[in-house]
């Protein structure tokens, strides 16, 4: 089966830096992505890696390595409004399905 | 432009009821794509049209569940009848390309609440 951990909830400063963890094990590999979720409202898309490295986008950075089968979101000088989940997915290489972790809920204190 | 609409957003029956869900996706999107989300635990993926023919319904939990896109625009998903473990947040989401660097666009969700 297929299976992805995140932690489930972080807590940080305003200011801070949080960085969300996530492994898999999936039956093939075909991207990992990040979606963003406040409370009652659609998950968002905010990064996707296939390569392993960084991939940078204004105060947040997504992380790969496939060889290790981890990844990692890193969100840079939090704001308030970042207090929202976090959802790790991988899209296994068989069709086209995304397979989510459990989802990190990051709170931002002032 | 329109984002992927889903209605209701909140939906609570009894069980034995039967409920649809209806999902409009972005106009253009050929993919869609039905997810559910069951309080606290990850969010897990149900079905996948490309424009009406159902792609891969591996996910759909059991013969209650019966999901449409007729025409091949919006798509609705019934459960009937519906039982207590079907609880949680219905999400449909669309996109319009496929393959490695597909981007879902993900709707608000339904709530739905079985009691």
């Known amino acids: 089966g297929q299976n992805i951990d995140q932690p489930t909830e972080m807590t940080a400063t305003e200011g801070a830096i949080v960085q969300i963890n996530c492994t898999y094990q999936?039956?093939?590999?075909?991207?990992l992505f990040w979606y963003q979720q406040h409370a009652g409202e659609a998950p968002t898309f905010l990064s996707y890696?296939?390569?392993?490295g960084l991939e940078e986008t204004g105060r947040f950075s997504s992380f790969l390595s496939r060889s290790d089968s981890y990844g990692y979101l890193l969100l840079q000088e939090l704001q308030m409004k970042d207090s929202a989940s976090y959802f790790c997915?991988?899209?296994?290489?068989?069709?086209?399905?995304?397979?989510f972790g459990g989802g990190t809920r990051v709170l931002v204190k002032p | 432009e329109a984002g992927v609409t889903q209605f209701p957003s909140h939906s609570v029956i009894e069980k034995g009821q039967t409920v649809t869900l209806r999902c409009d996706p972005i106009s253009g999107h050929d993919n869609l794509y039905w997810y559910r989300r069951v309080m606290g635990k990850e969010i897990k993926f149900l079905l996948h049209f490309v424009k009406e023919s159902k792609q891969d319904e591996s996910g759909m939990p059991n013969n209650r569940f019966l999901a449409e896109r007729t025409g091949g625009t919006y798509s609705t998903l019934k459960v009937q009848p519906a039982e207590l473990e079907d609880s949680g947040v219905y999400f449909c989401?669309?996109?319009?390309?496929?393959?490695?660097?597909?981007?879902?666009?993900f709707g608000s969700g339904t709530q739905l609440s079985v009691l």
């Open positions: 997915a991988v899209k296994v290489a068989a069709g086209n399905k995304l397979t």
């Open positions: 999936t039956s093939g590999f075909n991207g």
């Open positions: 989401a669309s996109s319009q390309v496929r393959g490695v660097r597909e981007k879902l666009f």
């Open positions: 890696n296939v390569l392993d």
